[in-house]
């Protein structure tokens, strides 16, 4: 049975850093692509970051330059390093896995989702 354990979510001030963490297990093999997502109460579920097996990753543009996506492949653990937060980064963030090709920050493409950890931003 695949699952994925997320946690290390929290509550910051702007400007704060978090880094939460993902845990895989059950997977036959390594999944192409790995990522996070995000949903606050009030919009729809959106890619924020993913890294394939080639380690390439792709970045919502809000949050290039500011979220560093990282996976440990001896561990299967998935990382988000998150500085410089926003009010507007509040949500709660999932992990999901992706079977196969090609590595899009697409919800409907992933085949596996963990259970969410909960990012606050405010003052």
């Known amino acids: 049975q695949v699952q994925l354990a997320a946690s290390w979510g929290g509550s910051v001030q702007p400007g704060g850093s978090l880094r939460p963490s993902c845990v895989l297990s059950g997977y036959s093999g390594s999944p192409k692509c790995i990522a996070w997502f995000r949903q606050a109460s009030w919009q729809e579920r959106e890619g924020v970051a993913a890294?394939?097996?080639?380690?390439?990753?792709y970045y919502n543009p809000y949050v290039k330059g500011r979220f560093t996506i990282a996976r440990d492949g001896a561990t299967n653990t998935l990382y988000l390093q998150m500085n410089s937060l926003k009010p507007e980064d509040t949500g709660t963030y999932y992990c999901?896995?992706?079977?196969?090709?090609?590595?899009?920050?697409?919800?409907?493409?992933?085949?596996?989702w963990g259970q969410g950890t909960q990012v606050t931003v405010s003052a």
């Open positions: 890294i394939d097996t080639s380690v390439s990753s």
């Open positions: 999901a896995v992706k079977a196969g090709w090609p590595c899009l920050l697409q919800a409907s493409g992933f085949n596996y």
